[in-house]
Every structure is written in C-alpha cells, then in structure tokens.
C-alpha cells in the first residue's frame, strides 16, 4: 500500500522520500518541498515511518498536574490572552502556602509529575522560586519537578543578577528536575519583533537550554505556529533546535503549539486548519531526526486531532493534567477542563492502533498497554 503511493511520486518528489526513507538528514529546501508540495498521505506515511523508527508503535503520556504560580508578567506577547498587570483585573498569584496545599491535595496520588510555569513575575528573583520548588519537592518528594520557561529562568536570573547558569545550577540544588519548551515561540528575529517584542530573544533562549543541558537538566522545545509565520520561519526554527541539539542531545521532546485566537491582540491571524496541523507535526518529525519525542498537547488540540496526529509522527500524549491550565483556556482551546482518566487516554491511542506506553518524565516506561 505504502509503496503504491510512494510509487506515484514525481521523480523530485521521490528524491526526497528515499532520503527520508534511507534515514538521510533533509535540509531546508527539502523540508519546504515538503510543506509545499507533499500531499498529507505521503507526508503522514513518511512521518510515521521515522516515527516508528525511533518509537516504533509506543504512544507515551504520564500522570502531570499543572501549577501556574501567577499570570502576572512584564512581557507583551501579543498573542497571549491571560498575562495580566498587577492589580488589573484578573491578575492573581498564589501564595507559597496555597501553592504547597495545592501540591498537599496530591500526596498519596499517583502523579509523577509537577509542571510549574506562569508569567515573569516582576518582583520575583531566581531565590523566591528555588523555595517554591523545595517547598513541593517537600511535599512530594517522589515526584518530578519540571518548571519554567526559557523566558522565566532569564528574568529571575537578571532580577539577582546572577548568569545563566548559576541561576539554573540554584534550581537544580532546590529540586529542578527539568525544564519546559515554552517561550520559543518563532526564532526569527524580525518576527519575533512583532509577537513579542520585549521578551527573552533567540539567543537568550538558546542559551538558557544549552547551559541547562550542560548541567545535566533535560528540556523541551516548543514553537508557536499558525499566525503570520511562513514556512520557512518553520524550518528556520526547526534548523536552529537541530543544531542545539546536535551540540547537546538535552531535548526530550519537541511540542508544536498551535495559535489559539480568542482574547488577545493577534486574533485577527485567525486559526489554521486541521489539516495544517497535520502538515506540520510531519515535517517536525521528519526534519527533527535527532530529537526522540514528537508531543501533541492534545487539551489544546482536542482529543480527535490528538488521535489522528499519532499517524503523522506524535509519540506523545503530554499527560493527564488534573487541573485548571489558564494558558490556553483563556486563548480558546478545545479542553475548557482539561482530565482524561487513564482508561480513556489508553483507549484513544489504542484506537490509533498505537501501543500506549505510561512514562516518567525522562521517558522511561512505567506501564505497557498491551
Ligand atoms: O510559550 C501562549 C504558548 C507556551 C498562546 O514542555 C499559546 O512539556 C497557543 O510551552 N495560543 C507555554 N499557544 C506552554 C508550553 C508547554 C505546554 C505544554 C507542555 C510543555 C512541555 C510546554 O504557551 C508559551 C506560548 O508559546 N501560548 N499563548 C496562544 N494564544
Ligand atoms: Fe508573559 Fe508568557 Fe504571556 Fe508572553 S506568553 S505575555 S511571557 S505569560
């Protein structure tokens, strides 16, 4: 069947598959072709190829809970929806008692994982969140703690002016097990200018990760897609988290996030289609050849997309996330209350005809589905 399709390929288009069939690295123009001109069954048969090269039909998810400490920042994405100002209406931010209760509320729980990540916080320095993350380290002492973005990590490291990797290495003594990919959002610089002009840029970025990865705390990246990027801003990005990783090899996974529009200053971009995610998981997997773990985050996707994403080069499911993530709600995403019990995650990646696989948060596996 497979080769009944690839065998209706022009013979440029077949240039390109036999590289990606013959596990030889793409380069930017190819991965362009790819975007532009592959047709979605081609581009899915080519993505799970390499996908069940590296996962074979393994689908991963934990047991996560999300804590967002506060939604005040001093930054100006203008595609977020829920950053607030202190004092503006819809501001809050948690006390470090009421973030260890609600750390308290899931002891004798059988979570794995806390993912920490809110706003930069004007007031807060690199000192203020070690004791955040020894407090429910204190409490769940088991469980792994991957908190804050890039964009946080650069601010509270400025705040007690502290480098980079000094800041990291406080983190990690406190009880950081890793960080998340957020804040990548697009590398292009000009780009970057017009979504979010005053954030951590580029080089910040990728220099939080790699100092992060040379003292041994493992990462993820992100890119936020499906506003008025093109194609090749994509591969660009793609580019750039390759080249890290080749330096590294820190990245545990690569999550694709697609622009939510509802309530922030860029809804006029609209949303892409399905199919575009689609695209896009592909290529990410494809060109990413170095990174293990393609993640789709389904409460932003849905769980439908999410299912149909595991045929285009996801091996990830994210986690079941018991608790109220503001970050995409307020932006319009699918899951308004994001849960999914074990038995209903396990039952959709098996409908994919994909193995699901509970991991810890380095990936390794705690439970086979069979
Ligand atoms: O950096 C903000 C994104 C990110 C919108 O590492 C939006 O396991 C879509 O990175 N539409 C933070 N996206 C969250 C993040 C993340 C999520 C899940 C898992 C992991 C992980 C990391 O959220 C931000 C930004 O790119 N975001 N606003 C929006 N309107
Ligand atoms: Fe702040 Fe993050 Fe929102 Fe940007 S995306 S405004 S850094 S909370």
Redesign the pocket.
Known sequence: MDEIVLGTLSEKHKLIADKVLNRERINQKEALILFKEFDLSVLGILANEVRERINQKFTYFNRNIHIEPT?I?I???L??S??RKINQKGAWEYSLEEICNLAKSFIDTDISEVHIV???HPNRTVNYYAELIQAVKNELPEVHIKAF?A?EIEHMAKKAKLDIKAALQKLKDAGLDSIPG??AEIFDEDLRKKI?PD?TNTKEWLEVHRQAHKLQIPSNCTILYGHIESYENRIDHLERLRNLQDETNGFNAFIPLKYRSSNNEMSYAGEVSTTEDLRNYAVSRIFLDNIPHIKAYWPMIGKDISVISLSFGVDDLDGTIQDTTK?YTMAGSEEQNPEMSIEEITTLIKDAGKIPVERNSIYESIKIFK
């Open positions: 939604n920042c930054h100006n994405c595609f977020c829920y950053s809110g706003g930069v973005t964009a957020g804040g979010c954030k970050i």
